[in-house]
């Protein structure tokens, strides 16, 4: 889910990113700091606005000046039940590591489909016993989150595909395609 927040921050600054301007130089550092950063309130995407800051705090034997700041952010953060779309981008015997914009995230074999699924390590792909559905490298996927969690400055999201109207986008279009037929 994207969501605009306002965070709070301790900012260290070099004495040579000092402009005319604290406000800019301060920003620039800030943008430069947590733009595109995993953080424990989720991914920071874009700082949007400097909302305040405290005048410099100077620490003993460190040449560094360190502000408080608040800004305002536009961020990703994962959340269970969230529909994401994605692509395959590695694969093994445990399963896909799919893309889903900012982050990597797993989907076990036996999320993948309802179906029996086997993994062919040779060419990385994995084949359904009945359906005889595959999913390899590059395939373009839609996907449900069923789990998020936190550590070591990274998201660990775990996904699912055996919904109705989830999948590679290949089979969800064949399935389309034949409910369409169907109804004629």
Known sequence: MFKILKIKDVIEMQPKNLGKNL??????????????????????????NLVEHSEGKLIPLNQNIYFEVVIECLAYIPEVGEIVYGKVIDANKNGAI???????????????????????????IFLAKNSKKTLKIDDEVIARIISVSFEQNMF?????????????IKWIEKEKKIKKEDKK
Do not use: W
């Open 156 to 168: 660990k999201v775990g996904l699912t595909m055996r919904q109705p109207g989830l999948g590679n």
């Open 98 to 124: 799919i893309r889903i914009g900012a982050l990597d995230a797993f989907c076990h074999i036996s999320q993948i489909t309802d179906d029996y699924m086997s993994f062919d390590e040779k060419n990385k």
């Open 23 to 48: 406000r800019d130089s301060l920003l620039k550092t800030v943008k430069e700091k947590l733009e595109n950063s995993v953080t424990r309130y989720g991914i920071i995407l874009k700082v949007l």
